[in-house]
């Protein structure tokens, strides 16, 4: 195993210390010192400034973020880890020949953001078909109370004159304004569908 020798330097005219030195002479003043949690992200960051938000209190859900002048981004603040606000309704529900998204009679599931950004937002849910070949059971998101659309949805279409069972599930990412909530709602196209196990999941790429 090589050894680690401490990096080391002096302040004086024509001495530029580099970033392996800054950073190790930093963490020498540190040591033991932790970052902490907050619960809104800092008014005058710096570049390559760290931040643990408190994105769900509740749920125990921190995001490490970084902040990055060079973002062509409004939103400077990139998610380097931590995990999603997650929503799910078990219950199996149906959803009646309307074409036009909406909630049913459960709403949801649903997350409220707590912060402006770019958000990756992952759904799905159990679709149960009718025993009508060719209809479409649809899933989509609403953000910021405006119906879903089509182009954002997954859905299931029914193949067979026999009631059946499938999962689908999509990934998209979406801007959303702080505290919009963000839902799933549903739309069939000419006959009952049932759809169940719903779930939600929403991380940010990059917020601000």
């Known amino acids: 195993m090589p050894a680690t020798i401490p990096h080391t330097f002096a302040d004086g005219p024509g001495i530029t210390a580099s970033g392996v030195e800054v950073m190790d002479n930093f963490n020498a003043v540190n040591a033991g010192v932790f970052m902490a949690v907050v619960s809104s992200l800092p008014s005058s960051p710096v570049n390559g400034q760290d931040c643990y938000y408190l994105a769900?209190?509740?749920?125990?859900?921190?995001?490490?973020?970084?902040?990055r002048s060079a973002s062509a981004s409004t939103f400077k603040w990139e998610f380097v880890g931590g995990g999603s606000l997650h929503a799910e309704v078990a219950t199996m529900e149906?959803?009646?020949?309307?074409?036009?998204?909406?909630?049913?009679?459960?709403?949801?599931?649903?997350?409220?953001?707590?912060?402006?950004g770019e958000y990756e937002i992952a759904f799905g849910a159990r679709v149960q078909t009718p025993s009508v070949v060719?209809?479409?059971?649809?899933v989509s998101v609403s953000i910021g109370g405006v119906t879903a659309v089509v182009a954002d949805a997954t859905w299931v279409d029914s193949?067979?004159?026999q009631i059946a069972n499938f999962s689908t599930a999509r990934t998209i990412w979406r801007t959303a304004a702080a505290t919009n909530v963000v839902k799933l709602q549903y739309a069939v196209t000419n006959t009952s569908f049932q759809f169940g196990n719903r779930w939600l999941g929403v991380r940010p790429v990059r917020v601000g």
């Not at 309307?98 to 949801?108: C, E, S």
């Not at 060719?134 to 649809?138: E, H, K, L, V």
């Open 94 to 116: 149906s959803r009646g020949a309307i074409t036009t998204y909406a909630d049913l009679a459960t709403v949801g599931p649903s997350v409220t953001v707590p912060v402006a």
């Open 56 to 67: 769900d209190a509740t749920n125990g859900v921190v995001w490490h973020l970084k902040y």
């Open 159 to 161: 193949a067979a004159a």
């Open 134 to 138: 060719g209809q479409s059971g649809n």
